[in-house]
């Protein structure tokens, strides 16, 4: 499995990104996955996951009611809507894939990891 995160960039706070997280492989519809970031000089953080089939979602505090994260399992992509950026939410941000049907916020129950895609995010 591979996973390719790409839509970083830079923006001014109060605007708007979306990151797309395209998968190789067969086993991407059959496994939840979740979005997660790693600001300068910090542990990567949970951002935001999604169950297989997307009918269930799970947000950080910190994002909930300003991301959305969605999946088109026909396409093998999963995706993060961004709005209302603000500059702490400056961050590599990294998509990933678990080996199950549901969702964790835990970064150890992940398997498979994209390379990250820069968002920054300017006052």
């Known amino acids: 499995v591979q996973l390719q995160a790409s839509g970083g960039g830079l923006v001014q706070a109060g605007g708007s990104l979306r990151l797309s997280c395209a998968a190789s492989?067969?086993?991407?519809?059959?496994?939840?996955m979740g979005w997660f970031r790693q600001a300068p000089g910090k542990e990567r953080d949970f951002v935001a996951a999604?169950?297989?089939?997307?009918?269930?979602?799970y947000y950080a505090d910190s994002v909930r009611g300003r991301f959305t994260i969605s999946r088109d399992n026909a396409k093998n992509t999963m995706y993060l809507q961004m709005n209302s950026l603000k500059p702490e939410d400056t961050a590599v941000y990294y998509c990933?894939?678990?080996?199950?049907?549901?969702?964790?916020?835990?970064?150890?129950?992940?398997?498979?990891w994209g390379q990250g895609t820069l968002v920054t995010v300017s006052s």
């Open positions: 492989g067969r086993t991407f519809s059959s496994n939840a």
């Open positions: 999604i169950s297989w089939s997307g009918s269930s979602t």
């Open positions: 990933a894939q678990r080996r199950s049907v549901s969702y964790s916020r835990n970064d150890r129950d992940y398997v498979y």
